[in-house]
Nanobody, 118 residues
C-alpha cells in the first residue's frame, strides 16, 4: 500500500522556521513528482512547492523565497523548509506524490498542522 507520512508541523512564533518531512512508501519514489500543498482555514488547497524526479522545483507565488522544497532519494523523503513564517502561513500542509504514465498514481498524506502565532 502507498503511504505518505508527514511530520514536523507544530506551533511556531512569527518569524520562526519549521521543516516538514514526508516519508513515502509503497511507490517508486524516484519516479514521482513530489509536492507540498496547504489548506488555509476556510480556503481551497493551494500548491506550496513541487519538485520533479530530476530536482527541478517550482513554488507558489506567496512563498517569496521563504520556502525550499527538496528530496532525499535514499530516504524516500521530501522536505519543506519554511523560514520567516507569518500567521498567514497557518494551514494544514499536505504531502503529494504524483506519477503520470503507465501505472500512474496520485497520492496524498494525512496532513500536518502548522500554526504560526505569538
Amino acid at each position: 500500500q502507498v503511504q505518505l507520512v508527514e511530520s514536523g508541523g507544530g506551533l511556531v512564533q512569527p518569524g520562526g522556521s519549521l521543516r516538514l518531512s514526508c516519508v513515502a512508501s509503497g511507490i517508486m519514489f524516484e519516479m514521482y513528482t513530489m509536492a507540498w500543498h496547504r489548506q488555509l482555514p476556510g480556503k481551497q488547497r493551494e500548491l506550496v512547492g513541487v519538485i520533479t524526479p530530476g530536482g527541478g522545483t517550482a513554488y507558489g507565488g506567496f512563498v517569496k523565497d521563504r520556502f525550499t522544497i527538496s528530496r532525499d532519494a535514499p530516504k524516500n523523503t521530501v522536505y519543506l523548509q519554511m523560514n520567516r513564517l507569518s500567521p498567514d502561513d497557518t494551514a494544514v500542509y499536505y504531502c503529494n506524490a504524483r506519477y503520470r504514465g503507465l501505472g500512474s498514481g496520485d497520492y496524498w498524506g494525512q496532513g500536518t498542522q502548522v500554526t504560526v502565532s505569538s
